[in-house]
């Protein structure tokens, strides 16, 4: 039986490839420093501790079956210090983003290492999630033509440290498979969303708050947006999201990094109005100065459309139909009135 660790199984996109790896037969284990959320966790064993600690990256990494040391076919390094516009672009943050995610991967990266070294094998093929946010200011100027093709990302020039820490990350990883033939895989992930993701709080990202937003507004009311509403992106659905990185995995024989996205551009007006659609409701929107980040961004798919014969399948409309039903009832459930009655 294969076996599989995610770090980073408390959160949102951890949790949903906890539940495709169950699926498809795999032993798994997950780390965090919660819980997750809004279900409970299927993975086999599901450890709470703090993966900025290297002693505990380096008991967490090792199993030990039957008393023999071993380790994980595949480790799936998703933990980050990370949220949306409002925690990332503020620089309140930019501290803990660095720190906290590069100590991270430093952690996982050396430990395997040490682990490769004394075990006498180098076949754990690790996974790393890196981010959109890694490409350069400079190419997303324009909301209708951004350039996030997977070679444009030098000359370096991320807007906000989020995306440096995540491209310094990346070369973290290159550097580990040149030097010791660590095998890795490094996915872009492009503004992913759905069912069962952070909804409210700070750290939760447009399409959920936008969700959160129009439910919790009355029919005739205002929804209030960062910036003038023309920015572009494109939002990528939490299933294909899973669909492609078990793909990137199984089937894909470089290392990336490799652009995980959807190419459905949309402005976040239109994001509220789309929404709002689904929701039956006629709203109007009111926007106002805040972080917004680049003025576009669309993932661009041709290297994985091309090497797998495969592309993103859930449009953004169902998509956002079924994320806007789960956190309207994630509203409905918190309300004061659903307080009371329980």
């Given at each position: 039986m294969k076996s599989a660790l995610v770090l980073g199984a408390g959160g949102f996109i951890g949790s949903h490839l906890v539940t495709r790896l169950k699926s498809e037969g795999y032993w798994v284990a997950g780390v965090d420093l919660k819980l997750p959320e809004f279900e409970e966790s299927i993975a086999d064993d599901?450890?709470?501790?703090?993966?900025?600690?290297?002693?505990f990256v380096d008991r967490i990494l090792e199993r030990n079956l039957e008393g023999t040391p071993s380790?994980?076919?595949?480790?799936?390094?998703?933990a980050a210090d990370m949220g949306g516009a409002g925690f990332v672009f503020t620089g309140e943050n930019d501290a803990d983003i660095l720190h906290n995610s590069t100590q991270i991967n430093l952690n996982v990266l050396n430990s395997i290492r040490k682990i490769n070294a004394r075990l006498n094998r180098n076949e754990t093929i690790i996974f790393y999630s890196s981010s959109a946010c890694v490409y350069p200011e400079h190419n997303q100027l324009d909301p209708e033509n951004p350039n996030c093709q997977e070679d444009s990302v030098y000359p370096a020039a991320p807007d906000s440290e989020y995306g440096w820490e995540k491209l310094y990350?990346?070369?973290?990883?290159?550097?580990?498979?040149?030097?010791?033939g660590i095998p890795i895989r490094i996915a872009r992930y492009h503004n992913v969303y759905g069912p069962n993701g952070t909804w409210?709080?700070?750290r939760e990202?447009?399409?959920?708050?936008?969700?959160?937003?129009?439910?919790?507004?009355p029919n005739e009311g205002f929804i209030e947006?960062?910036?003038?509403?023309?920015?572009?992106?494109?939002?990528l659905y939490i299933d294909d999201c899973i669909e492609a990185t078990r793909r990137f995995m199984v089937n894909l024989k470089f290392n990336g990094p490799i652009n995980i996205g959807s190419e459905e551009m949309i402005t976040i007006n239109e994001l509220v109005r789309l929404i709002a659609n689904i929701a039956g409701k006629n709203l109007f929107i009111k926007n106002l100065q805040g972080p917004v980040g680049v003025r576009g961004r669309n993932s661009d798919n041709t290297i994985f459309q091309n090497t797998l014969n495969w592309n993103y399948q859930i449009t953004i409309l169902e998509g956002?139909?079924?994320?806007?039903n789960w956190i309207?009832?994630?509203?409905?459930?918190?309300?004061?009135?659903a307080e009371l009655e329980n």
């Open positions: 599901f450890i709470v501790g703090d993966l900025r600690i290297g002693d380790i994980f076919d595949e480790v799936y390094q998703l990350s990346e070369r973290l990883y290159l550097a580990y498979h040149r030097n010791y409210r709080g700070g990202k447009a399409p959920a708050a936008i969700c959160r937003k129009v439910s919790s507004t947006i960062w910036g003038d509403g023309k920015q572009t992106r494109s939002f956002l139909s079924r994320t806007y309207e009832s994630q509203v409905k459930l918190n309300s004061p009135s």
